[in-house]
Structure formats: structure tokens, C-alpha cells
């Protein structure tokens, strides 16, 4: 069974940071890429970043660029999304993907299995 479990979401203010970490277990983590995304209200879910299989390549979204760093431990099969200077448009349940596209997709359609998401919700 393929798991992929999000957490260290929460409410914050504006300008703070948090970290998103999401484990992955039933699939060969360290041969695939990871993605994370994002579902505001009445919105439709939005790429923010991707990492390849050995983390050389990273693409990220041009709403989170610059603020959010996507990394990986392939030895504790996690991803992680660091998240500086929130603002309340990063509102928003986060969820984790894997992908075989192992060097990264921006595409959501490519990713094959996903986490429940965690809830980020940011105060001015």
C-alpha cells in the first residue's frame, strides 16, 4: 500500500515560515520525483515545486518562487517544503505527489499517488 502523509501544517501570521514534511512509504521513493501542490476554496489544486530523484533538479511554481524551498531525504523517504514570508494568499490545504517522471513534472496529471494535505492558513 502506497502512503504518502503530510504534516507540519497550521496557522501562522502573516511574514512567518513554516516546513512541510510528508513520508512516503510502498513505493522505491529514492527512484522517483516529488511535487507539492496546493487547493485554496473554490480553487483548483496548483503546482508550487518539484524535485527529481537525486535533487539536482528543482522547478517551482511563479507564485512560491523565490519563498519556498523543496528538498528531499532519500534515506528517510521525505520531502520537504520550507515556506518563508507567508501571506494570507498561501491559504490553502498543501498536499504532497510522487511521480515516475523521475526527473521532476510540473504537471499534475503525471503524479500517480497523493497525500490527504495538511491545512496551511496564514492571518494578516
Known amino acids: 500500500q502506497v502512503l504518502l502523509v503530510e504534516s507540519g501544517g497550521g496557522l501562522v501570521q502573516t511574514g512567518d515560515s513554516l516546513r512541510l514534511s510528508c513520508a512516503v512509504s510502498?513505493?522505491?521513493?529514492?527512484?522517483?520525483?516529488m511535487g507539492w501542490f496546493r487547493q485554496a476554496p473554490g480553487k483548483e489544486r496548483k503546482f508550487l515545486a518539484t524535485?527529481?530523484?537525486?535533487?539536482?533538479?528543482?522547478d517551482y511554481g511563479d507564485s512560491v518562487k523565490g519563498r519556498f524551498t523543496i528538498s528531499r531525504d532519500n534515506a528517510q523517504n521525505t520531502v520537504y517544503l520550507e515556506m518563508n514570508n507567508l501571506g494570507p494568499e498561501d491559504t490553502a490545504v498543501y498536499y504532497c505527489?510522487?511521480?515516475?517522471?523521475?526527473?521532476?513534472?510540473?504537471?499534475?496529471?503525471?503524479?500517480?499517488?497523493w497525500g490527504q494535505g495538511t491545512q496551511v492558513t496564514v492571518s494578516s
Open positions: 510502498g513505493v522505491a521513493f529514492n527512484t522517483r520525483a
Open positions: 505527489a510522487t511521480s515516475q517522471f523521475y526527473g521532476g513534472t510540473t504537471s499534475l496529471n503525471n503524479y500517480d499517488y
Open positions: 524535485i527529481s530523484w537525486n535533487s539536482i533538479t528543482k
